[in-house]
Structure formats: C-alpha cells, structure tokens
C-alpha cells in the first residue's frame, strides 16, 4: 500500500517505521518516524518531556524545503536524530540525559538495522 499525503502534504506517521528511544517511563517519549516515498526518504520526530520542563513537539513527516530530502534511511535517521538532540539539548528532565545517549548513539553508531528492507 502506497502512503498518500493529506491536502497539505503530510504523510501519517503510523504509514512510515518509528524508531521509539527505549524504556522511557511516565508519559516521556522520543521517536522518529522514517518513510520512503518515490526513491527518497522523509523523516519527522516527536517528543514530550516531564519533570519541570515539560516540553514537547513534534515534526511532520512531509517533504519539506528547508531541509533535503535524503537518498538513504540512514541519514534520515541520522538528520532527525540531531534535529531532535538539539530540541532536548536543555532538557532537565530526569530521563533526559539516556534520551541524549540514545539519540548520539544514533548518530554516531552503527547503522539501524532495516527489518523490513532486509526481507525485501
């Protein structure tokens, strides 16, 4: 099935793959989401915090202009993982330091294993 965007150009995020930080707890999430659409590939994120900083917010998975769309899943992966550090970057909530390794560990780690490209 072939992901189709709304009238505004959004993808639905449940149309892609998400790669959630694990073991987060109290209503604290991170994940990016990653899809394929004619031989490129867009990403998005979403997060909310907790403790006193209660931030949170979002990316939508559509192509954009102000950043490129990218010819491989890894460095999607890879652009929405810094775009997301940089957003939390300040962050003093009590999850927030493991999200930050999870998310350079994404960046400078080895590649995300692709299950389903695999199987293709």
């Known amino acids: 099935m072939k992901a189709?965007?709304?009238?505004?150009?959004?993808?639905?995020?449940?149309?892609?793959?998400?790669?959630a930080c694990p073991d987060t707890k109290n209503g604290i999430h991170c994940q990016i989401y990653v899809l394929e659409v004619d031989g490129v590939w867009l990403g998005a994120y979403s997060y909310q915090m907790g403790g006193t900083d209660q931030r949170g917010g979002g990316a939508p998975l559509a192509k954009r202009t102000r950043f490129p769309d990218h010819g491989d899943r890894q460095s999607c992966i890879k652009h929405e993982a810094e775009r997301l550090l940089k957003s939390i970057e300040t962050s003093d909530c009590k999850q927030?330091?493991?999200?930050?390794?999870?998310?350079?560990?994404?960046?400078?780690?080895?590649?995300?294993?692709?299950?389903?490209?695999a199987a293709a």
């Open 4 to 19: 189709e965007p709304n009238e505004n150009g959004v993808y639905p995020k449940h149309a892609g793959e998400y790669i």
């Open 96 to 117: 927030a330091p493991r999200i930050r390794e999870w998310l350079l560990s994404l960046i400078n780690g080895p590649d995300q294993f692709d299950l389903f490209g």
